[in-house]
């Protein structure tokens, strides 16, 4: 029988990067199937508006953000979480400090190591 796998991804053992001016991503734990990031956004952050074809779970640990997804507007608060398509136009604002966990599926390779 096969073993389960197991990917332990500690916390302090990832780094931390700045991609742009307020936003800080920190790469966890992923496999080819799925990719967990942590994003930090400073308050006034704004995203670029961009697509890509991964799946992608936002969930708001802490603070408040506004999420535009193809002309919609949401505004998104600690505990609020939501599915953003492949392939769909989107951009965020981070409307406080905020503290946001993205889930991709499949991983992202342009965010992998």
């Not at 956004?41 to 697509?51: C, D, E, I, N, V």
């Not at 608060?77 to 966990?101: K, P």
Request: charged share 25%; with cysteine; glycine share 6%.
């Amino acid at each position: 029988m096969k073993q389960p796998q197991a990917n332990y991804v500690p916390s302090h053992a990832t780094p931390v990067s700045e991609p742009e001016p307020g936003m800080r991503r920190q790469v966890l734990a992923y496999n080819q199937k799925m990719m967990l990031v942590r994003h930090h956004f400073l308050k006034g952050w704004k995203g670029a508006s961009h697509s890509h074809p991964h799946e992608q779970l936002v969930y708001v640990v802490s603070g408040k953000i506004t999420l535009e997804c193809e002309g919609r507007s949401f505004e998104l608060q600690s505990g609020d979480s939501m599915i953003v398509e492949g392939n769909v136009r989107h951009q965020a604002f981070a409307l406080e400090d905020a503290e946001v966990l993205d889930l991709f599926a499949p991983y992202r390779e342009d965010y992998a190591e």
